[in-house]
């Protein structure tokens, strides 16, 4: 079966520090993976996508940056923390009937 | 540009009672899909119910049902016998073949006792 971890589920941070979320997909082979952004109380926001090893599309500009090293592997990360980049960051593959399978999420607050 | 709108950021239910979560659309793609998806306090993303667009026949799972009006470009959620557990923020979402995934705003359901 087809299973999405993403990690670590909190973390606070200091500004100006850097950063590394990491989401893997497990039982499917060449997903396209997403990374959302979610302010408290509000929508999600798109902010990468990427449908192969090493190809990378970028919704908004902004202070984080995304990485596709492996078939199944997707890395958000950001080299200086702004407080603005304080939120809930969701990991999401496609599945076959167009949902998304989302990962439980990492909840980063930054200091 | 796909967008997604949920004009009720919030609403509230009482227990066992339906109630029916508004969700209209713009698109020029006629082949495409429609979701639910529930987030409660945990906040992980559950689906809950998915609709295509070439099917006439609205989606049904258990106590969740669609309205779905393809050219009106509306997709409601009704939640019959409305229960504790189904308070969470619920958000309306469209996806087509050439695009990803677009939310609405999202509800905010408050089912009380």
């Known amino acids: 079966s087809q299973t999405i971890h993403q990690w670590p589920a909190t973390l606070v941070q200091p500004v100006g520090s850097p950063l590394s979320l990491e989401c893997t997909v497990e039982?499917?082979?060449?997903?396209?993976l997403y990374w959302y952004r979610q302010a408290a109380g509000r929508g999600l926001q798109l902010l990468f996508y990427s449908v192969g090893i090493g190809q990378i599309s970028s919704e908004v500009p902004q202070n984080l940056s995304a990485s596709r090293p492996q078939d199944r592997q997707f890395i958000l990360s950001s080299k200086k923390l702004l407080l603005s980049d304080s939120g809930f960051y969701l990991c999401a593959w496609t599945a076959e009937n167009y949902g998304y399978t989302f990962g439980s999420g990492t909840r980063l607050t930054v200091v | 540009a796909q967008t997604v709108t949920q004009s009720q950021p919030e609403m509230s239910v009482q227990e066992a009672e339906t109630v029916t979560l508004s969700c209209t659309y713009d698109?020029?793609?006629?082949?495409?899909?429609l979701f639910w998806y529930k987030q409660p306090p945990s906040r992980q993303m559950i689906l809950v119910i998915r609709?295509?667009?070439?099917?006439?026949q609205n989606a049904t799972e258990n106590r969740f049902s669609v309205n779905f009006q393809k050219a009106a470009k509306s997709f409601s959620l009704k939640i019959s016998d409305s229960q504790l557990g189904d308070t969470a923020m619920y958000f309306c979402a469209f996806i087509s073949v050439r695009n990803d995934m677009r939310f609405g705003a999202g509800t905010r359901l408050t089912v009380k006792p």
């Open positions: 698109t020029s793609e006629n082949n495409y899909y």
């Open positions: 039982g499917t082979s060449n997903p396209n």
């Open positions: 609709q295509e667009a070439y099917k006439q």
